[in-house]
């Protein structure tokens, strides 16, 4: 194979990489404008944004045992053809249901995706230096296109509707479909691979369910009795799970790779940066537009420090892991970045260019830790279990982000529906929908009188904040709490070949 075509392998699955990861944060910037034309609730909002997430994370697993039994090229190009029917769809959604629907189904076009471009990756590049640069650019792409998301949403949205944050998507799907079926080397798959659907499903059910127990709790009047019911489901489903995976010849996940405390911390750290970095700015991009009043583009290039030194770390904490070691280098990533994120909690009503400086070294960190990580998983295993370690790698990814949606959009919602009642006078305003969201609240005013939506708006606005404290706390608390189990592992620190 030529040099040329190797790397334009690379340029093609790193295009489809870019267009997951991206997916997965592209609505923050267009959150309050497509709950504004589709008149979505405040429970339809996060699962707009998190459906996405819970699925793939949900169908990595299964899908990359299928890839290796169908062929990689094949699933890798049927997930193209899914992921941009279905971003037609979502595009012109005409309700909140629809583009829920739309956006699950987009889960499992990117789930089908991932774990190809991985193992394209490896079989395309043979010499171990080209190897290591594509690997180096494909975790790039992986930990800074999520931050990138908001960004690009914001560039769309001032210039098209809401809808354009997916359209986008089918131009490259159809120039990836064509380039990648005539250039990607078409290894067959092996039959005797076992597919466990009934696992990913088992796997899938369990982690939708504890997501919606967290967001029922999240609720101003919560209902006690489906989030009981929700998180039993979701615990029996993930018990059958594991008891399926212990049992199986050939396990989609083999939980012993779990006894490696180097494995287990890389994992939790993979999650905890995940969690933190989409969570934060999930309410970070609302609040610039609904409190500071940014349009789209203003708010996406205020969070574009975050991307920026996101992709800038990458190949920085690669350069140095050698050097420092994987477990010392997942402690002080962990660590500086709880104290970019406290750095931030204090600074958040500053002057601009301190704002922008801490988001930069927030973006810094984070991506050096999701770096990390992402090395570490992959040193952790032998070689013959490397499609595993990518898979948990992937999945790792996901949940981190499905699990910062769910804790930081409940979070929000419950110090704002509980700040809201305390500080909204009942003569101001009685519709029930002022309490549960900033979205409502603005939308309740436009109904008043001019000095009652202005009160009104000071008072929904304060409260947002107060919940923007909380999830800035509790993003920076989990960062800490990573790091400390990182550093209280026994296993020495094991330096990356």
Known sequence: MTFSRRWLILAIISSALLLIVIDMTVLYTALPTLTRELNASASEKLWIVNIYALIAAGLLLGMGTLGDRLGHKRLFIGGLGVFGLFSLMAAFSTSAA?????????????????????????????????????????????????????????????????????????????????????????????????????????????????????????????????????????????????????????????????????????????????AALIGMELVFSQRLQLVLGLSPLEAALFILPLPLGSFISGPLAGYYLPRLGNQRMLFWTLLLSAASMLAYLLLYEAAVYLQLIVLGLLGLTIGAALTASSSTIMLSVPADQAGMAASVEEVSFELGGAVGVTLSGSLLSAIYAYSAGLAIPAWLSRNPATFDSLDDALVVAETLSPEGAAMLRAFARSAFDAGFVAVLVASAALLLIAALLVKLSHQPPRAAP
């Open 98 to 274: 629809v583009l829920i629907g739309a956006r699950g189904f987009l889960a499992v076009g990117a789930s089908m995706m991932m774990p190809a471009t991985l193992a394209i990756v490896r079989v395309t590049f043979t010499d171990p230096r080209e190897q290591a640069m594509a690997f180096g650019i494909w975790a790039s792409v992986a930990s800074g296109g999520a931050a990138f998301g908001p960004v690009i949403g914001g560039l769309l949205l001032e210039h098209f509707w809401w809808g354009s944050v997916f359209l986008i998507n089918v131009p490259i799907v159809l120039v990836a479909l064509v380039v990648g079926a005539l250039l990607i080397p078409n290894n067959p798959g092996d039959a005797s691979k076992r597919w466990d659907w009934l696992g990913s499903l088992q796997v899938m059910i369990g982690l939708i369910s504890v997501a919606y127990a967290v967001k029922e709790l999240g609720k101003r009047t919560p209902s006690f009795e489906g989030m009981l019911i929700a998180l039993v489901l979701g615990a029996l489903f993930l018990t059958l799970f594991i008891r399926r995976q212990r049992r199986a010849i050939q396990p989609m996940l083999d939980l012993a790779l779990f006894s490696s405390s180097g494995f287990r911390n890389a994992v939790i750290a993979a999650v905890v940066s995940a």
